[in-house]
């Protein structure tokens, strides 16, 4: 009989990309919406990766290519991770997929079986639950807040693993908060880790967005967390490549090949123009660019501080700032009551015409994101939009 399968029937769709959707059909209706709640840098691709996929292009290398991403590149990978990252990997430790989002669901299809659990400290990013839900397996969250900075302590790790946990999803720099777990706390949570046997889902994203603070792969750590750890890491972020769709994982030799396999049988190679880009990008990172979300993060925060009803952790990576606004719900706005950070968003975006993203989809009900990868000027209006509208908050 017709119908959809019950696996698919219980995603949630990607809630960013939904008000993301719905901000950019306001626009086009020629509403003045600003848009705080993308998830990429509004900063041009680099010129030299520009210039090598158009070269791929005219030189024909628009062909397929090795499944985990040719050998060139995965050797570039591998100069990165040695280089910034101090650990050491050969290219068949090393498999590129169509974006970092790719790379997750292939490491979950690669190592969960039914039933399996994974620790997914929360806020999270929105695709790791369902993610882990789509392969059978079972998101253990673990809640965290602003009193620990939004990063788990060994204790809470701790008293989260059980005999079926498989694996342990650690994003830092984070997004949706912001948070970095610096060096200290990541060796702190290795000590628990290394006394057990699952796999640290280490994603890295955002590793070079930084503000004040230091990054330590959990890779980095020791043997025995190398051997745990898969790395992902991708383009999208640090080089403004969020279209070109390149990811990797660094890992287990066993656990890339099964994931190569996997590729193999559902998308093949990533892009090959793609992968020409890449190889570019790795010597084409661009420092202008943490100077700029510095000065950005600094603005929104101020401004966030002097207004009621919010108060706002600093974020020390990535290009988001996660609020508070637990103080907002039960109070009304013109006679309608805010009652969850849904309703917030919903009304900041047809009242007071900013685009900003709830926190539910986060499993941060108490909070809302706001994207600061846009212009000062947009900032500086969103931020009086925002304030003018808590003044009206009763
Ligand atoms: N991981 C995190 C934490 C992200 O925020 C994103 C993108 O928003 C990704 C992974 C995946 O990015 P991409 O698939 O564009 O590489």
Redesign the pocket.
């Known amino acids: 009989p017709f119908g959809l399968s019950n696996r698919v029937k219980e995603i949630a769709p990607s809630p ?1 990309l939904a008000i993301d959707t719905k901000t950019k059909q306001m626009i086009a209706e020629g509403v003045d919406v600003i848009n705080l709640s993308v ?2 840098p509004d900063f041009n691709t680099p010129k030299p990766a520009c210039d090598a996929a158009v070269e791929a292009i005219y030189c024909g290398f628009t062909k397929y290519t090795a499944v985990p991403g040719i050998v060139e590149l995965r050797k570039a990978i591998a100069e990165k991770l040695e280089r910034e990252n101090g650990v050491t990997y050969s290219p068949d430790e090393i498999i590129v997929s169509s ?6 669901y292939n490491i979950f299809v690669a190592i969960i079986n039914p039933g399996d659990e994974v620790i997914v400290p929360a806020p999270y ?1 929105v ?1 790791y639950p369902e993610m882990i839900r789509l392969v059978g397996g079972v998101p253990v969250i673990v809640e965290t807040d602003e009193s620990t900075g939004f990063k788990v302590t060994p204790e809470m790790l701790s008293a989260a693993i059980t005999e079926k946990t498989k694996a342990l999803v650690l ?1 830092t720099p ?2 949706p908060t912001g948070a970095v777990y610096s060096p200290d706390e990541i060796r702190a949570l290795a000590k628990v880790i290394e006394q057990h046997e699952f796999y640290v889902i280490s ?1 890295e ?2 590793e070079k967005l930084l503000y004040d603070a230091e990054h330590l792969s959990s890779a980095a750590v020791s043997e025995g967390m190398k051997k745990r750890t898969l790395l ?1 890491n ?4 640090a080089f403004s490549m ?1 279209g070109w ?3 990797y994982v660094a890992g287990d030799r066993a656990i890339i090949k099964a994931m190569t396999s996997f590729q193999s049988q559902t998308t093949s190679n990533p892009v090959s123009i793609s992968q020409k880009a890449a190889i570019a990008a790795l010597n084409s990172f661009d420092p202008e660019m943490v100077t700029e979300f510095r000065r950005r993060r600094d603005f929104v925060l101020r401004r966030l501080e002097e207004m009621p009803l919010i108060r706002c952790i600093e974020p020390q990576g ?1 290009f988001y700032a996660f609020p508070n606004i637990a103080d907002i719900l039960g109070k009304s706005y013109n006679g309608q009551t805010i009652d969850s950070s849904d309703t917030l968003a919903e009304l900041l975006l047809t009242e007071s015409k900013i685009a900003l993203v709830p926190g539910s989809g986060f499993g941060a009900p108490n909070n809302i994101r706001i994207s600061y990868a846009t212009s000062m000027a947009n900032l500086e209006k969103a931020m009086d939009r925002l304030e003018s509208f808590l003044k009206n908050v009763r």
């Open positions: 960013t998830g990429e974006g970092g989002k790719h790379s997750l990013w695709s994003n984070s997004n994603d994203i955002y992902v991708g383009f999208s972020k969020t769709r390149m990811g990535a």
